[in-house]
């Protein structure tokens, strides 16, 4: 039996642990859209609910889950390959690399409660709601607003990352109107509407077209009865239709792609660096200087850093293909690829075991992901790097303990 004296210090103990574990969740959440140096506090933080919590019997539980030791072995790979193939941007790639170790701690930060999962939902929710209101008010009503351009309404972070967590904060928004009633599925399908205006025809970029198309295509798919699917799929149409007959900005950067790609290939063999000196145009010289670099070393790789692409002319060089599939690749080969879509099916297979609403979600926001990885390099990148660590923290933590995403739709 708790003595009297005892129960209030270890229950105020345990409320001052449980705060500080959803006020990390929460600023979390809020952080990826906003800022990294809020987002490396965040961190630091749930290092810091783990150390209190000290739960050593649950680090050997969730370090078996192969959604944790695979990104494990995915770093291992790239780091033993600075001894073997060193670069002189070796050391800078595999730095950005270590993300994939955050995996580990984060799923033993969420595993503590499932309400953790719905502060973190909702601190990205809430960020990307005030920047959306920030965007169409400067993008739509030509508000001025401190450092916002009206022609590409970017709030905290470049158009393509603003582009993207919009896409996949649409994609939620949607999910929270099928699971609530009256007035919360007219607020929250206001926001898929205000949402996808803003992806679509205020910021550029076109990867959030693409995460945005495919996941509403996936829910569609994955969520619907068969004559609801025909209906969705005779909406579309018509939609791609009025895409492509009235002018607009998303057609127009979609065609503009398209032309950019042609004219590469084109010239790529009389003038390719002055013909491919564009978006698309660049990504398709990438790759086919990727495909060199593979053939070099198809097993294992050319290592980290091993990528470059560099004009002599203008002096311009980078070490990013924009392809996460090419960069797997190119630095550590087959293997590394292989590492890298097992982590992916992982994630696949442990979504697929939630309940329908939450399962179409999940699947949504990863396909999404994968798509995207063929136009950009997402783990390199600070702010979606960290989210879809977070996702997989959260999905290898659901392995534990069945049921963590419940709270979303509640």
């Known amino acids: 039996m708790i003595s009297p004296v005892c129960a209030p210090e270890g229950f105020l103990k345990s409320w001052r642990g449980t705060t500080l574990?959803?006020?990390?969740?929460?600023?979390?959440?809020?952080?990826?859209?906003?800022?990294n140096v809020l987002m490396n506090i965040c961190f630091a933080l749930a290092l810091l609910c783990l150390i209190l919590q000290r739960d050593t019997q649950t680090v050997f539980i969730v370090i078996k889950q192969p959604m944790v030791w695979l990104p494990l072995l995915m770093f291992a790979l790239l780091a033993l390959s600075l001894l073997i193939h060193p670069h002189a941007y070796g050391l800078e790639m595999a730095g950005k690399y270590k993300k994939l170790l955050y995996v580990f701690p984060l799923a033993l930060f969420f595993r503590h409660q499932p309400l953790l999962v719905r502060r973190f939902v909702v601190g990205f929710l809430l960020a990307n709601a005030v920047i959306l209101i920030l965007s169409l008010g400067a993008g739509l009503l030509h508000i001025p607003l401190g450092h916002i351009d009206p022609l590409n309404p970017t709030v905290f972070k470049r158009h393509i990352t603003q582009n993207f967590f919009m896409?996949?904060?649409?994609?939620?928004?949607?999910?929270?109107?099928?699971?609530?009633?009256?007035?919360?599925?007219?607020?929250?399908?206001?926001?898929?509407?205000?949402?996808?205006?803003?992806?679509?025809?205020?910021?550029?970029?076109?990867?959030?077209?693409?995460?945005?198309?495919?996941?509403?295509?996936?829910?569609?798919?994955?969520?619907?009865?068969?004559?609801?699917?025909?209906?969705?799929?005779?909406?579309?149409?018509?939609?791609?239709?009025?895409?492509?007959?009235?002018?607009?900005?998303?057609?127009?950067?979609?065609?503009?792609?398209?032309?950019?790609?042609?004219?590469?290939?084109?010239?790529?063999?009389?003038?390719?660096?002055?013909s491919c000196e564009t978006s698309m145009g660049q990504r398709t010289w990438f790759a086919l200087t990727s495909l060199k670099l593979i053939k070099q070393a198809p097993l294992f790789g050319n290592g980290a850093g091993?990528?470059?692409?560099?004009?002599?002319?203008?002096?311009?060089?980078?070490?990013?293909?924009?392809?996460?599939?090419?960069?797997?690749?190119?630095?550590?080969?087959?293997?590394?690829?292989?590492?890298?879509?097992?982590?992916?099916?992982?994630?696949?297979?442990?979504?697929?075991?939630?309940?329908?609403?939450?399962?179409n979600l999940l699947i949504a926001l990863l396909s999404g992901y994968m798509?995207?990885?063929?136009?950009?390099?997402?783990?390199?990148?600070?702010?979606?790097?960290?989210?879809?660590?977070?996702?997989?923290a959260i999905l290898a933590s659901e392995s534990c303990k069945p049921d963590v995403l419940s709270g979303i739709n509640s």
């Open 167 to 274: 896409a996949l904060s649409a994609l939620i928004w949607l999910s929270l109107a099928f699971a609530h009633p009256g007035v919360k599925r007219c607020g929250y399908g206001l926001l898929v509407l205000t949402a996808s205006y803003d992806v679509l025809f205020l910021v550029l970029g076109r990867t959030g077209y693409v995460a945005l198309i495919v996941g509403l295509g996936i829910c569609g798919v994955l969520s619907l009865k068969s004559w609801q699917r025909l209906a969705v799929v005779t909406a579309g149409v018509l939609a791609i239709c009025l895409l492509v007959t009235v002018p607009n900005r998303a057609y127009q950067r979609i065609a503009l792609g398209v032309n950019e790609i042609h004219n590469c290939l084109a010239n790529v063999d009389n003038d390719g660096y002055a």
């Open 306 to 359: 091993s990528f470059w692409y560099g004009n002599p002319e203008t002096g311009y060089g980078i070490h990013n293909p924009h392809n996460q599939y090419l960069l797997e690749t190119v630095q550590s080969g087959a293997v590394g690829l292989a590492l890298f879509l097992g982590w992916m099916l992982c994630c696949y297979r442990t979504a697929w075991r939630y309940s329908p609403p939450i399962r």
């Open 371 to 392: 798509t995207c990885h063929l136009f950009n390099s997402f783990l390199l990148d600070s702010a979606e790097g960290h989210l879809f660590v977070i996702i997989a």
């Open 21 to 35: 574990f959803e006020v990390t969740a929460l600023l979390l959440g809020i952080s990826l859209p906003v800022s």
